[in-house]
């Protein structure tokens, strides 16, 4: 029997080019007990797939095209926020949640109200997946913790539980970031404006990110396509400007990054395209030029919220 609680609660679902066996999982989780199951549709559903999940009572959104995996997020957000919901889980096509995500991702929300601690997202623990690396989430230093919860800085949206009144209060996810440290910029924003974001032991969910890990030199990062890394690296570099984003992650930041783009180079055979196209990211950050990247191509995913190493 499903779980009462969840029907105080959203589900939305971000979809690009699923599968069969994607399409199956999210009308399974249609019938689960969620208030009301919604997806955004970021460009390619297979045909029959569309008329497949309206059966099963999901509430499918889009616009015709890819507009990035923020912009997928807000508009269920917004969805979800016009049917009254208090609170909406997220997930991504590929991922499996175990069966007691929601109720626990629930019970971690209620025992923080019941501290009096704002949060404005609880998300459970990440569990590897079979040859990618888990994401780590850094505590947030000086904030409150509450048993078993932790602060985070930040956490992957795939698996989060977003109070809406929060969200209305910290504001949308950036479009203009499209696809790579979404997640991270929110949350920093949510710290600022007195919300916290908190990681519950009590589950824990395996994420999936890139075509494996590269290692080396104690550092563990995803192999990822050019387009994505170069995102990632203009996305990082332009968050040095954001007031909320702490010094301290500026400055780790700072060290960091030019070894990830190394590393990243190594692992290509330092091919010079693969430089001058990182370089030519880093720029970008530098001078805010951000939105979709210019060497998207039209066959890759384009919605899977990445965790960042």
Known sequence: MPDP????????????????????????????GFAAVIAFDNGGLPAGAAERLARAGVTLLSEGTNLGIAEALNR??????????????????????PGDLAAAL???????????????????????????????????????????????QFLATSGSLVDLAAFARVGPFRG???????????????WSLGYGCYQTRAVAIPHRVGGGTIRAFGIAMPRQPLFRMGTYLRNAIYAW????????????????????????WADSGWRPAVLLRLLAAARDGAL??????????????????????
């Open 5 to 32: 609680r969840l029907s105080r609660l959203m589900l939305g679902v971000t979809l690009f080019r699923p599968g069969p066996e994607q399409v199956e999982r999210l009308c399974a989780l249609a019938s689960a």
């Open 176 to 190: 203009d970031f499209f696809i790579d440290g979404v997640e991270l910029e929110w949350c920093f924003r949510a």
């Open 76 to 97: 269920i957000a917004a969805a979800a926020q016009a049917a009254g919901a208090g609170a909406l889980l997220l997930l991504d096509q590929d991922a499996e949640p």
């Open 106 to 152: 629930l019970t971690a929300q209620d025992r923080l109200r019941a501290a009096g601690i704002p949060a404005a997202v609880v998300g459970p623990a990440p569990a590897p997946a079979p040859g990618h690396k888990a994401p780590a989430y850094p505590p947030r230093p000086g904030a409150p913790g509450h048993g078993d919860l932790a602060p985070v």
């Open 241 to 264: 400007r954001l007031p909320h984003v702490p010094l301290r992650w500026k400055l780790a930041q700072a060290a960091y990054l030019p070894l990830q783009a190394g590393l990243y």
């Open 288 to 309: 805010g030029r951000l939105g979709p990247p210019r060497d998207l191509p039209r066959d890759e995913p384009r919605d899977e919220p990445r965790d960042l190493p």
